[in-house]
């Protein structure tokens, strides 16, 4: 990260601080001449500035406040920016700043928590959280459970402040559990409104503002300090899993096992621009690259400073500071040259007469390379800051003096009695030191350690892991019983539980064995273990995710464990399933949304090991509700896998509500959800919408192949003798939308076999129906197999033979869509013999199609199919291969029969509701006439735009 000088301006021997209360007229003076304003008094008023450096300066294109959000205005000098982190402010709202400088912001965090980091990524609009600028066309990383976003180049600058989403205490009661907003500032969406004053908050012009993480409460950076601390998780409280509830001992584990990975790339990406930006020297300045320690020499891993060709040491030890976001007195510190000869390193400290220029000179004519060092006054002896271990405490740390023969356990001692535990014993206590970079990186420190000589050696090493470096001070609890629990798939379906045990054992070393086998789904090959040894369960999936056992990868991931007795009484929450390949990137945005919104250990990726995990954590749960992110196919996916474990869960049919991210999606548009998920679309909103929608139940139906010569008799009253097992038994199917024979199933097909050989054309909603279509006008004209289809087939319905007219194709429809919404049964008639279709009738609709012409006319809604019966058993016989589809997974059958008979098991679905839109009275009441016409004017604008979105 290139952090700009300007070394014409030389900071005061004495830096003028501006408090509350001071002389207005001197303080603008100071600010006049362009003197800096270092806010780092120590006294409690000063804090309000929360330590920025500012500078009067001139912006030379629109600039907006990071306080109130408003544009800077103004010829010259319109407001201040901070040298260390470019927050702007206005001169007036100096006084009223709440945001720390990213140079302090690590320090103000109580109880530290990773984030979890996406694949670098480009996005618009978007601000870093750590140097506040704007991502333009550059890359970026962010956080998948919080609004944070940041540079490549700021990732080693990063506050570990993402909200920690399972915090499972088994010694606290429900009602005394303490749940505050978790704030994050900027990257607010555009409408965003106050809590508190009710005026517009959010801006894509500059980060500001605040929003909570868990209810979404925005609020001004001014005004959110005076809302109620406590959060209630907003409006999705009742389907959010609340994080008392849930253990999960070992977290991102996957961003742990490639973040070194990761880590390197970013630096290369950034090594590679200041190497560009080295080469492009102008008179205005050069690039000197600064190392904090022999770790970053080691890692090449450096920051970057443009100076003044003559810029000074002094000037250069400020500019490395700022760069290095320390906060410090920069005489402190001082600079040495590096040299390394025959692989040993050598340093030489500079001294004031020493500038750039000279130094130039000695490393003959290029830029030198640079330590920044601390100046150890007194090696002796140092101070440490102790922070209680005690998350739901407010104290703040308490500074503690040591030296190199103060062991750990006297350092236990010594916090006991700075936090007023005069009868705590030391030995029910330990330190833990915690290390903030690259993450969070814990250790229980042994009790003869000395912590001060190993700061020493972290300060040689590395300058900004030792300012990163601090410690806590906990109680020794109980050992609990609390196991990490992993998921294992990709294994042999069909063996016996001592057979799966023997094969992950085999796979694994002495290290990283497992406690025990929770649970064994054999029909999937998957199987449920727990590690009672944190750091073994982190070894066993390092070593099992790059595992492959008969030739297939295995599937390998870290689940939660839900507390039924932490669940409060009128929570339902919501088990969240996301196709991320539906509906080409759509799954991505979609995943990474609504695991912002909710818990994200409820949310569950459909490529990571198929429903069954996430069916295995809410196992338990009596009530629960279910959202699927995906198509048709991914329903169904969802609804066999649950019908094959319903058994063995608690709620065995939960009711379940659709996102459409498919093609069709006709599951969707009968039950309300509509026809297709679009970006941009409202997430919150649909997420609310489920809370109130009603339950309905949706037939599901039985289709069987028996391939010709296997006359296996299955009806309403016996099942089949003939086939026992293996080959001989008939292809079963479950049935929840339709099934198509001929003219239907060619289409479906040809479309399926067009997407197996060119899958990545195939991410787009709109070219998917293009295919269709062409595939269509391919058929028009053109003799097919489905020719007379009547003649090679025989259909029986509840036992009786059905006349057919000449066809050529049948559909059988469990619901009143088909084919992106198309109707073709049609609206009942009371003159026609048939009932009105309903997908919970326990009957199925018969129709007839007479070509492609015939099938592009009901697209149309210019004609129906031909009514042909209802029933609720089906049995067709087939005289030739034919062409078949079940739910549009289309494949060619051999001659022979199918039955279609009624399913056991009926499937609970959530229909959206249809709201009356009431007027909302946000405005003060005012008499007269006017108000009731303003007031009905809303409701029609309201009534319009909505019925424009349907």
Same mark, same amino acid.
């Given at each position: 990260?290139?952090?700009?000088?300007?070394?014409?301006?030389?900071? /005061?021997?004495?830096?003028?601080?501006?408090?509350? @209360?001071?002389?207005?007229?001197?303080?603008?003076?100071?600010?006049?001449?362009?003197?800096?304003?270092?806010? $780092?008094?120590?006294?409690?008023?000063?804090?309000?500035?929360?330590?920025?450096?500012?500078?009067?300066? !001139? %912006?030379?294109?629109?600039?907006?406040?990071?306080?109130?959000?408003?544009?800077?205005?103004?010829?010259?000098?319109?407001?201040?920016?901070?040298?260390?982190?470019?927050?702007?402010?206005?001169?007036?709202?100096?006084?009223?700043?709440?945001?720390?400088?990213?140079?302090?912001?690590?320090?103000?965090?109580?109880?530290?928590?990773?984030?979890?980091?996406?694949?670098?990524?480009?996005?618009?609009?978007?601000?870093?959280?750590?140097?506040?600028?704007?991502?333009?066309?550059?890359?970026?990383?962010?956080?998948?459970?919080?609004?944070?976003?940041?540079?490549?180049?700021?990732?080693?600058?990063?506050?570990?402040?993402?909200?920690?989403?399972?915090?499972? #205490?088994?010694?606290?009661?429900?009602?005394?559990?303490?749940?505050?907003?978790?704030?994050? #500032?900027?990257?607010?969406?555009?409408?965003?409104?106050?809590?508190?004053?009710?005026?517009?908050?959010?801006?894509? #012009?500059?980060?500001?503002?605040?929003?909570?993480?868990?209810?979404?409460?925005?609020?001004?950076?001014?005004?959110?300090?005076?809302?109620?601390?406590?959060?209630?998780?907003?409006?999705?409280? #009742?389907?959010?899993?609340?994080?008392?509830?849930?253990?999960?001992?070992?977290?991102?584990? &996957?961003?742990?096992?490639?973040?070194?990975?990761?880590?390197?790339?970013?630096?290369?990406?950034?090594?590679?621009?200041?190497?560009?930006?080295?080469?492009?020297?102008?008179?205005?300045?050069?690039?000197?690259?600064?190392?904090?320690?022999?770790?970053?020499?080691?890692?090449?891993?450096?920051?970057?400073?443009?100076?003044?060709?003559?810029?000074?040491?002094?000037?250069?030890?400020?500019?490395?500071?700022?760069?290095?976001?320390?906060?410090?007195?920069? !005489?402190?510190?001082?600079?040495?040259?590096?040299?390394?000869?025959?692989?040993?390193?050598?340093?030489?400290?500079?001294?004031?007469?020493?500038?750039?220029?000279?130094?130039?000179?000695?490393?003959?004519?290029?830029? /030198?390379?640079?330590?920044?060092?601390?100046?150890?006054?007194?090696?002796?002896? *140092?101070?440490?800051?102790?922070?209680?271990?005690?998350?739901?405490?407010?104290?703040?740390?308490? /500074?503690?003096?040591?030296?190199?023969?103060?062991?750990?356990?006297?350092?236990?001692?010594?916090?006991?009695?700075?936090?007023?535990?005069?009868?705590?014993?030391?030995?029910? +206590?330990?330190?833990?030191?915690?290390?903030?970079?690259? @993450?969070?990186?814990?250790?229980?420190?042994?009790?003869?350690?000395?912590?001060?000589?190993?700061?020493?050696?972290?300060?040689?090493?590395?300058?900004?892991?030792?300012?990163?470096?601090?410690?806590?001070?906990?109680?020794?609890?109980?050992?609990?019983?609390?196991?990490?629990?992993? +998921?294992?798939?990709?294994?042999?379906?069909?063996?016996?539980?001592?057979?799966?045990?023997?094969?992950?054992?085999?796979?694994?070393?002495?290290? &990283?064995?497992?406690?025990?086998?929770?649970?064994?789904?054999?029909?999937?090959?998957?199987?449920?273990?727990? %590690?009672?040894?944190?750091?073994?369960?982190?070894?066993?999936?390092?070593?099992?995710?790059?595992?492959?056992?008969?030739?297939?990868?295995?599937?390998?991931?870290?689940?939660?464990?839900?507390?039924?007795?932490?669940?409060?009484?009128?929570?339902?929450?919501?088990?969240?399933?996301?196709?991320?390949?539906?509906?080409?990137?759509?799954?991505?945005?979609?995943?990474?949304?609504?695991?912002?919104?909710?818990?994200?250990?409820?949310?569950?990726?459909?490529?990571?090991?198929?429903?069954?995990?996430?069916?295995?954590?809410?196992?338990?749960?009596?009530?629960?509700?279910?959202?699927?992110?995906?198509?048709?196919?991914?329903?169904?996916?969802?609804?066999?896998?649950?019908?094959?474990?319903?058994?063995?869960?608690?709620?065995?049919?939960?009711?379940?509500?659709?996102?459409?991210?498919?093609?069709?999606?006709?599951?969707?548009?009968?039950?309300?959800?509509?026809?297709?998920?679009?970006?941009?679309?409202?997430?919150?909103?649909?997420?609310?919408?489920?809370?109130?929608?009603?339950?309905?139940?949706?037939?599901?139906?039985?289709?069987?192949?028996?391939?010709?010569?296997?006359?296996?008799?299955?009806?309403?009253?016996?099942?089949?003798?003939?086939?026992?097992?293996?080959?001989?038994?008939?292809?079963?199917?479950?049935?929840?939308?339709?099934?198509?024979?001929?003219?239907?199933?060619?289409?479906?097909? *040809?479309?399926?076999?067009?997407?197996?050989?060119?899958?990545?054309?195939?991410?787009?909603?709109?070219?998917?129906?293009?295919?269709?279509?062409?595939?269509?006008?391919?058929?028009?004209?053109?003799? $097919?197999?489905?020719?007379?289809?009547?003649?090679?087939?025989?259909?029986?319905?509840?036992?009786?033979?059905?006349?057919?007219?000449?066809?050529? *194709?049948?559909?059988?429809?469990?619901?009143?869509?088909?084919?992106?919404?198309?109707?073709?049964?049609?609206?009942?008639?009371?003159?026609?013999?048939?009932?009105?279709?309903?997908?919970?009738?326990?009957?199925?609709?018969?129709?007839?199609?007479?070509?492609?012409?015939?099938?592009?006319?009901?697209?149309?809604?210019?004609?129906?199919?031909?009514?042909?019966?209802?029933? &609720?058993?089906?049995?067709?016989?087939?005289?030739?291969?034919?062409?078949?589809?079940?739910? *549009?997974?289309?494949?060619?059958?051999?001659?022979?029969?199918?039955?279609?008979?009624?399913?056991?098991?009926?499937?609970?679905?959530?229909?959206?509701?249809?709201?009356?839109?009431?007027?909302?009275?946000?405005?003060?009441?005012?008499?007269?006439?006017?108000?009731?016409?303003?007031?009905?004017?809303?409701?029609?604008?309201?009534?319009?735009?909505?019925?424009?979105?349907?």
């Amino acid at each position: 990260m290139n952090v700009s000088g300007n070394p014409r301006r030389v900071r /005061p021997e004495k830096q003028p601080v501006i408090l509350p @209360g001071s002389d207005c007229k001197e303080t603008m003076e100071s600010l006049s001449f362009g003197r800096r304003v270092d806010i $780092t008094a120590d006294t409690e008023s000063a804090d309000t500035y929360h330590h920025h450096t500012f500078v009067k300066k !001139s %912006f030379h294109r629109p600039t907006f406040c990071h306080h109130c959000t408003e544009m800077l205005w103004g010829i010259t000098k319109q407001g201040l920016t901070c040298e260390v982190c470019n927050f702007v402010s206005h001169e007036r709202c100096l006084y009223n700043i709440v945001t720390p400088c990213s140079s302090v912001a690590s320090d103000r965090i109580k109880e530290p928590v990773p984030h979890t980091w996406s694949d670098p990524v480009q996005a618009r609009k978007k601000f870093c959280n750590v140097c506040r600028r704007k991502f333009d066309d550059g890359v970026l990383l962010r956080c998948e459970v919080c609004e944070y976003y940041a540079h490549l180049g700021c990732l080693d600058f990063v506050v570990s402040d993402c909200r920690k989403c399972s915090n499972y #205490e088994e010694s606290k009661e429900m009602g005394e559990k303490k749940f505050v907003h978790h704030w994050r #500032e900027g990257n607010l969406p555009p409408s965003g409104k106050c809590a508190l004053c009710k005026c517009k908050c959010g801006t894509t #012009e500059c980060l500001s503002s605040m929003k909570c993480s868990w209810c979404w409460t925005m609020a001004h950076c001014g005004c959110y300090k005076q809302l109620p601390q406590s959060c209630n998780y907003g409006a999705l409280a #009742e389907i959010l899993m609340p994080r008392s509830c849930l253990s999960m001992p070992v977290t991102n584990a &996957s961003v742990k096992a490639d973040l070194a990975s990761k880590d390197l790339k970013a630096n290369m990406m950034e090594n590679s621009a200041e190497t560009r930006a080295k080469d492009d020297e102008t008179a205005d300045g050069q690039i000197v690259k600064i190392y904090d320690g022999y770790i970053a020499l080691s890692k090449r891993n450096f920051k970057t400073i443009q100076v003044q060709k003559d810029a000074t040491i002094q000037q250069m030890i400020e500019a490395a500071l700022r760069a290095y976001l320390i906060k410090d007195e920069a !005489s402190n510190y001082y600079l040495s040259s590096v040299s390394d000869t025959d692989g040993e390193i050598t340093e030489k400290r500079l001294s004031e007469p020493d500038n750039l220029t000279s130094l130039t000179k000695v490393s003959m004519g290029k830029a /030198p390379s640079l330590f920044l060092r601390y100046e150890d006054k007194d090696t002796r002896r *140092g101070t440490i800051k102790v922070f209680s271990g005690d998350p739901d405490t407010t104290s703040v740390p308490r /500074p503690i003096s040591i030296n190199s023969h103060i062991s750990v356990e006297e350092v236990i001692e010594m916090a006991l009695h700075k936090f007023r535990i005069d009868d705590g014993d030391p030995n029910d +206590y330990s330190l833990m030191e915690v290390v903030l970079d690259k @993450g969070v990186q814990e250790r229980v420190m042994e009790r003869y350690e000395c912590p001060w000589p190993q700061l020493l050696k972290a300060r040689r090493n590395s300058l900004k892991q030792m300012k990163q470096t601090r410690y806590y001070l906990r109680k020794n609890e109980q050992p609990t019983m609390e196991l990490a629990r992993m +998921y294992v798939g990709s294994l042999p379906i069909n063996l016996s539980e001592f057979k799966y045990k023997q094969i992950i054992q085999k796979m694994l070393d002495e290290d &990283s064995m497992f406690a025990s086998i929770d649970m064994v789904y054999a029909q999937y090959g998957s199987a449920c273990v727990s %590690f009672s040894d944190h750091e073994a369960a982190v070894k066993a999936y390092k070593i099992l995710k790059d595992t492959t056992y008969e030739d297939k990868l295995l599937t390998v991931l870290f689940i939660p464990e839900i507390h039924l007795d932490k669940l409060p009484e009128d929570h339902c929450p919501l088990l969240v399933f996301v196709n991320t390949r539906s509906g080409g990137c759509q799954g991505i945005d979609v995943q990474d949304a609504l695991r912002k919104m909710l818990n994200p250990h409820q949310v569950f990726d459909l490529d990571q090991g198929g429903p069954l995990p996430g069916l295995h954590v809410f196992s338990q749960l009596k009530e629960y509700k279910a959202l699927i992110c995906g198509g048709d196919g991914t329903v169904g996916w969802v609804l066999s896998c649950l019908d094959d474990i319903g058994q063995e869960s608690v709620c065995s049919s939960p009711p379940i509500a659709v996102l459409p991210l498919g093609t069709g999606n006709d599951l969707s548009r009968v039950l309300k959800w509509g026809g297709g998920y679009q970006q941009g679309d409202d997430l919150y909103q649909m997420l609310q919408t489920v809370m109130e929608a009603e339950e309905v139940k949706l037939d599901r139906w039985t289709v069987v192949f028996e391939p010709e010569g296997k006359h296996t008799e299955i009806d309403n009253k016996s099942n089949s003798s003939n086939s026992s097992s293996g080959d001989d038994m008939p292809n079963l199917f479950v049935m929840n939308n339709y099934f198509g024979i001929g003219i239907d199933a060619d289409l479906c097909l *040809g479309f399926h076999n067009a997407r197996e050989e060119k899958p990545e054309k195939f991410n787009n909603r709109v070219y998917n129906k293009i295919v269709y279509l062409r595939q269509g006008m391919q058929k028009l004209g053109r003799k $097919t197999n489905c020719r007379e289809l009547n003649k090679e087939i025989k259909i029986e319905v509840d036992n009786k033979l059905l006349k057919l007219p000449t066809l050529e *194709g049948i559909l059988i429809l469990n619901i009143s869509s088909w084919g992106s919404g198309a109707d073709p049964w049609g609206s009942s008639d009371t003159q026609d013999e048939f009932q009105r279709a309903s997908h919970d009738d326990g009957m199925l609709e018969i129709i007839g199609l007479t070509g492609v012409m015939h099938l592009g006319q009901i697209q149309g809604s210019l004609r129906n199919g031909i009514r042909l019966a209802q029933a &609720s058993h089906i049995r067709i016989s087939m005289k030739t291969d034919m062409p078949v589809q079940v739910d *549009g997974e289309p494949w060619m059958q051999l001659s022979g029969q199918v039955v279609v008979s009624r399913s056991a098991l009926q499937a609970t679905m959530l229909k959206k509701r249809k709201h009356r839109i009431a007027r909302r009275n946000t405005e003060p009441a005012i008499s007269g006439d006017s108000a009731a016409q303003r007031d009905q004017a809303k409701l029609v604008a309201v009534n319009s735009e909505e019925i424009a979105q349907i």
